[in-house]
């Protein structure tokens, strides 16, 4: 029998995909796993190997890409990003719901292979909140956080072609996109807690 849907979560940096992300997996536990991606960008402050992304170097990343290990993979902010054949299998082994985090390029080469995931995409309420979001969480250079603001607005220009996404949840109240984030993945989550109420 086929496992449960995976699930890909995307919109601009900043727009609340993680936290969300992190909501469901404490509310779900044993429901969701998380595909780690791996990047070549540094690890923020409390953030882990291994839990977070698999933190690499170019050449290691680029060497991967070679042999044929990544479902995906894009170049976003100055940085390499890319989703693992073994991060996904080690979800979908466990029979959980596989969620992957990716950007917009990540979206669009998922779209040739046979994952055939639900696509969601997290919207910011408008560009001068989703800047406001970003500066205060203090993670990016103003270098990193312009690029992440013009990635932006390409993201949400892309975002309106028709088909692309399943479904769209602007973040403005946290609580109120949280709900609509359950309400479209209720089906899948059902499934899998039937699935292991009869194990
Ligand atoms: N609805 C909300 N209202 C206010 N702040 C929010 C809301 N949702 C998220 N945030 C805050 O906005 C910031 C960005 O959120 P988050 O890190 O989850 O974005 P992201 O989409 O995962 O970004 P990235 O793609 O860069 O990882 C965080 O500091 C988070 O606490
Ligand atoms: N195409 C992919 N995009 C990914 C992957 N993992 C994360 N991301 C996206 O990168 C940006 C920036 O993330 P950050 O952690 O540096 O803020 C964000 O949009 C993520 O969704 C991946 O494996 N492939």
């Known amino acids: 029998m086929a496992g449960p849907r995976p699930v890909v979560l995307s919109g601009p940096s900043g727009a ?22 791996h990047t070549t960008r540094k690890p923020r402050p409390g953030e882990e190997n291994g839990k977070d992304y698999h933190y690499v170097s170019r050449e290691v ?13 894009a170049e976003f902010s100055g940085n390499m990003y890319g989703t693992s054949k073994v991060a996904v299998q080690d979800v979908q082994a466990r029979n959980l719901i596989c ?18 995931p639900i696509y969601i ?16 969480r203090k993670t990016e250079s103003e ?27 602007v973040n ?10 359950k309400g479209a993945l209720l089906e899948e989550i059902q499934k899998v ?3 292991s109420a009869k194990a």
């Open 121 to 136: 995409s997290i919207q910011p309420p408008s560009m001068d909140i989703l800047e406001k979001r970003l500066r205060d």
């Open 16 to 37: 609340g995909k993680s936290t969300l992300l992190k909501m469901l997996m404490k509310e779900f536990e044993g429901v969701f796993g998380f595909s780690v991606s």
């Open 99 to 116: 969620i992957l985090d990716i950007d917009m390029q990540g979206v669009k080469n998922i779209k040739k292979t046979d994952l055939n």
């Open 143 to 169: 270098e990193s956080l312009q690029k992440r603001l013009q990635a932006a607005n390409v993201d949400l220009q892309i975002s309106k072609e028709a088909g692309l996404f399943d479904v769209v949840i």
């Open 61 to 73: 990343m680029q060497a991967g890409i070679d042999k044929g290990d990544f479902i995906e993979n």
């Open 172 to 181: 403005n109240d946290l609580e109120e996109a949280y709900r609509d984030l």
């Open 193 to 195: 807690q039937k699935g």
